[in-house]
């Protein structure tokens, strides 16, 4: 069964640094997401991205995250100053497109980012 | 999105069938209900998708009455690698699902 990548599995950095996390979404698939689940909680929505441009995203998702597409293959979810807070699994997701086969997202296995 | 509503936890033993009951009282119309599955340490899977009646697919079948304020998520003969959360979704098919919103799920632990 084809798979979304992370990278890096594990991400440890410092309050305040850039972070910019990985994915290569399965290649036919036209739409990416970004989750989050902080360790015991919820699987959290972040933002949705469709035809270079985002499609929705939620509150979480404010001025310190941002996401790119930057050739065919790569998505990714930049956190521009981190926070402790911001300690979590990412998981990036991607499912065909709308209509009837796009109800199934693929996640990938995630990278745990831990802010010190 | 419709809110759902799922047991915290169940226990179950290996061979044993396991029923999951997810209620969601203010399904719209156009709301499909989908299940994913979850490791620890890992992405969510998705298991089994439906709109009515009932849908079986090689790992679980889910049955959703009439009134589709509920579903339940049945699992045949679990196995210890069964233990897992699962999750019930309900979104608009139509508008692409681009917000899945996932609840606290149901913590499933099979003992041998």
């Known amino acids: 069964e084809p798979e979304v990548t992370q990278t890096p599995s594990h991400q440890v950095t410092q309050m305040g640094q850039e972070v910019i996390l990985r994915c290569v979404p399965i290649s036919n698939h036209l739409y990416f997401y970004w989750y989050r689940q902080i360790l015991g909680q919820k699987v959290e929505f972040l933002v949705s991205f469709y035809n270079n441009e985002i499609s929705e995203k939620s509150e979480i998702f404010d001025d310190q995250f941002s996401v790119e597409r930057p050739d065919g293959s790569n998505f990714t979810l930049k956190i521009r100053s981190t926070k402790l807070e911001d300690s979590a699994m990412y998981f990036c997701?991607?499912?065909?497109?709308?209509?009837?086969?796009?109800?199934?997202?693929?996640f990938g296995s995630g990278t745990q980012l831990s802010v010190l | 999105l419709a809110k759902t509503t799922q047991p915290i936890s169940m226990d179950s033993y290996e061979g044993q069938e396991v029923n999951i009951t997810c209620s969601h009282n203010?399904?719209?119309?156009?709301?499909?209900i989908t299940w994913y599955q979850q490791f620890p340490s890992q992405g969510p899977r998705f298991i089994i998708q439906?709109?009515?009646t009932k849908v079986t697919n090689e790992v679980a079948s889910l049955f959703i009455p009439a009134d589709r304020k509920s579903s339940t998520l049945s699992l045949p003969r679990v196995s210890l690698s069964d233990t897992a959360v699962y999750y019930c979704l309900v979104g608009d098919r139509n508008t692409g699902f681009q917000k899945l919103v996932f609840g606290t799920g149901t913590r499933l632990l099979v003992s041998p």
């Open positions: 997701a991607s499912s065909e497109g709308h209509g009837p086969s796009n109800e199934k997202l693929f």
């Open positions: 203010n399904i719209a119309t156009n709301d499909y």
């Open positions: 439906g709109y009515k």
